[in-house]
């Protein structure tokens, strides 16, 4: 979202910044015109890069304490499993490791938490995966796979809401939509077994699951186009 569109949607919060801050500025400036005419602007300058200066170490300390405070707060969240392997607690340090050299977000920015998702994915893919040349396709579906799947979904979808527009539908399309639904149940199971894909259990689980209901789909769909004549009432 653009800063414009933040200050309109936020301009409550906005006018109750500048309310605030709108008098310390002030004497910020007035300040800066005295120390001008004092002649103390070096001194000033000095100061306030020596604060700085120490400032820096000290802002290193409470951010390592505020790590060691979150992980102590995670308890065994933080910790890996005994259960897992050598290259699966590598990938976990590195995790930790992008975590803590991760600056706090913005609530507003949405970019950086998605780049640092990204980095987080690869980073383990490449754990898992250390001699591919494209990790990222080997740890999650394969680009070119979801790329197509993506079209065929935008196109199966525009075909069934344009029939779902007419007041009665001729069974050969109904039967293209109830094909279509057979056809990617069949699609998905066998997916798994040719193991182009490696999901986890969850994943496995999740394709079964969609297969199941889109089978269930073309069965109800095939059992009334069976009852219907030859124009169906969409």
Known sequence: M??????????????LIVLVTLPWLSLLALGLVWLWQGGRVAIWALTAAALGLLAWPVSRVVRRRTDEEAR????????PARTWNRVERDAWTEVLAIADSTPPFSFTEIEPLAARGRD????????????????WSRFSLPEALLLETGLFLIAYAAFVGWLGTRQSVLKPLVAIVIAGNAAWTLASIALLFSGAVSPNLLGEIAVVAQAIATGVFAELQYVGLRKSGRVVAA
């Open 2 to 15: 653009r800063p414009g569109g933040l200050i309109r949607r936020y301009w409550p919060e906005t006018l």
């Open 72 to 79: 102590r707060a995670l308890g065994d969240v933080a910790e």
């Open 120 to 135: 987080t994915v690869l980073a383990v893919a490449r754990r898992f995966h250390p001699d591919a040349t494209s990790p």
